[in-house]
């Protein structure tokens, strides 16, 4: 069974940048907007939410098409993906704890926040529903991971020079960045139509 | 926390005005925008969500003696996700054109922050029906907001409302776009900041 690189290139692709989930299906944002006010609390939770996002979606596609499916117990998928979800970040916790404790100070606060985001449980559930093939969820994880945390530096290098503009008092603090992110996802448009799947 | 405890009328609009989700404390943003653009999406949704919420609650509520506090996190989230999966089914079947459209948002409904928030700073500490008014306020303050950002996006978007169309011409459709989304949902929050201001003397919700 040969590899189709192309198809999964065309998926990383298109996971990153055409249908970003912070700018075209707006998944994620709580985290998009509390951890973007500044570059270096970004680039750290790009890196911690691309490992987090790999792993889940590898362990939960192991479950769910070798113990779920043959069970036929498709229906129990929230249930279980949101639990692997959690006991995977769990642990890192610990582990990253322990073994790495320098690690652990830089990039384990970003961890705890992880759980509750949602695009971390909507890639299981898109792979579940459009049937992939292991690589090709993993590069789907990546290509989200990698186009969340475009998003996410994007946004803190244009907030960290906001803070120093003139907004008027009503839109300051988060409206602005609505708004800004709103023009942000208007470029992200250009993109459509790069690649078709 | 106040210490005097509030009456259930109060509760119910502590959600749904002082309080608000999306526009006051600024979480659960993700379908806010995603499912806005028409009013008929974000019903669906809200009403979703204020099931679950009020459910959740008083789930949460009635067992709050049982749970063990260190493993509390794990337990309210099963719970949580019991009930989006009844939701979630439960709209698949006799909901199937609007499902096929926000089916994703309602299964993601299980990672909201506004929800678990609400099992552990409220329900996790009251008895049942404080619980369940605090859920159901905070549930319809979450409708309100999407009823209102649905409501100029798919009038300006589309010049539609429900589905009937309202304004004859050419509509804006950068409000439909993903992009509206965004501006829509800044431009109301700077609106709600400005009137909260103006005539109540508060500081605005600028958070996060």
Same mark, same amino acid.
């Given at each position: ?197 | ?55 959740? /609650?008083?789930? #949460? ?9 260190? !493993?509390?996190?794990?337990?309210? &989230? @099963?719970? %949580? ?44 500490? /009251?008895?049942? #029906? ?9 549930? !319809?303050?979450?409708?309100?907001? &999407? @009823?209102? %950002? ?59």
């Amino acid at each position: 069974m040969g590899i189709d690189w192309v198809k999964l290139f065309e998926l990383v692709v298109s996971s990153a940048l055409i249908n970003n989930f912070v700018f075209t299906m707006f998944l994620g944002l709580c985290i998009f907007f509390g951890v973007s006010k500044k570059m270096e609390t970004a680039v750290g939770m790009s890196i911690t939410f691309l490992m987090v996002m790999v792993v889940s979606a590898a362990l939960s596609w192991i479950v769910y098409q070798l113990i779920m499916v043959p069970l036929d117990l498709g229906f129990l998928k929230i249930i279980v993906f949101i639990g692997i979800v959690a006991a995977f970040v769990q642990s890192a916790d610990i582990i990253m704890k322990k073994v790495s404790p320098v690690l652990y100070y830089k990039l384990g606060v970003y961890l705890a926040l992880i759980t509750t985001n949602c695009i971390i449980i909507a890639v299981p559930l898109h792979n579940a529903g459009e049937h992939y093939t292991f690589l090709e969820s993993i590069a789907f994880a990546i290509g989200s991971g990698l186009g969340f945390g475009l998003a996410l530096i994007i946004m803190a290098s244009i907030r960290e020079k906001l803070e120093v503009a003139d907004v008027p008092a009503p839109f300051r603090g988060l409206p602005i960045s609505f708004i800004l992110a709103g023009l942000i996802a208007l470029a992200f448009t250009g993109f459509s139509g790069l690649i078709t799947l | 926390m106040s210490l005097k405890p509030k009456s259930n009328w109060e509760l119910i609009k502590n959600g749904m005005f002082g309080e608000n989700t999306i526009f006051r404390m600024a979480i659960s943003l993700c379908p806010s925008i995603a499912v806005t653009n028409g009013m008929k999406n974000g019903m669906a949704l809200g009403i979703a969500v204020m099931f679950v919420q009020t459910m959740v /609650n008083a789930t #949460v509520s009635l067992m709050r003696k049982f749970i063990h506090p260190k !493993i509390r996190i794990p337990i309210f &989230m @099963l719970i %949580i996700a019991g009930y989006v999966t009844i939701i979630d089914m439960l709209m698949a079947t006799y909901a199937r054109p609007i499902y096929k459209e926000i089916g994703l948002y309602i299964q993601i409904i299980v990672a909201f922050a506004s929800i678990f928030a609400r099992a552990e700073v409220f329900a996790n500490k /009251n008895k049942l #029906v404080p619980a369940i008014c605090d859920g159901l306020g905070m549930g !319809i303050g979450f409708l309100l907001a &999407m @009823l209102v %950002i649905s409501f100029f996006r798919e009038l300006l978007g589309k010049g539609e409302l429900f589905g009937y169309s309202i304004i004859a011409g050419n509509p804006l459709l950068i409000m439909v776009l993903p992009a509206g989304g965004f501006l829509a949902v800044g431009l109301l929050m700077g609106f709600f900041n400005w009137i909260d201001m103006r005539f109540f003397g508060g500081k605005g919700a600028s958070g996060v």
